[in-house]
């Protein structure tokens, strides 16, 4: 009688270790998991929700600016979404114009939660790639840095810069109306507005 009491007590002592173990090996895969979080994957998380006021995100960009941005498509190094509750108010930020996002708690959850491993094609398109197709497209644009804003329309984008010709937005882009072309550098662009 008392080996049955001492074998039942070995069996919850193992089985209580055992489950402690498989809860430390859980925990530590989750903190691998957030080290490896990185911008895209928590904008991807809150995009990815149905509930709209969960998905807005208020930007603050380099120089202090802050944006109210409802994710639409999200890219290897980029966010493209409608801006400051806006339907009709489109634009692009760099990730590396990005100071800070600020989230509300019921965001920060959301945020971190795992998504869907296989990515889709935009997550391989980089900025100079979208910023060619406004080109292609011949889509007015408003190019915001640090230094002020400047409207136009991309003519050519290189590796690191692109050329705008500068005229108002309401004009199509002709010779006649272009007072300048403005080459700009990636590193310098914070926010395109469409």
Known sequence: MRWDHLFDDLAGQLEHELTAEEADLQREEER????????????????????????????????????????????????????????????????????????????????????????DLSSKLGMPFLLRDLCRRRVGVRIDTPVGSVTGTIDRVGRDHLDLAEHELEVPRRRAAVSGVRVISLDQVVVVRL
């Open 32 to 119: 691998l998991r957030l080290g490896r979080l990185g911008l895209r994957e928590r904008i991807v998380a809150l995009r990815r929700t149905r509930d709209r006021a969960l998905s807005e995100l208020s930007v603050v960009v380099l120089g202090g600016t802050r944006l109210r941005v409802r994710p639409v498509t999200v890219g290897r190094d980029w966010v493209a979404g409608d801006l400051d509750g806006r339907d009709d108010a489109q634009g692009v930020i760099p990730f590396r114009a990005i100071d800070a996002i600020e989230l509300r708690d019921e965001q920060v959850e959301v945020s971190l939660e795992a998504g869907d491993p296989a990515p």
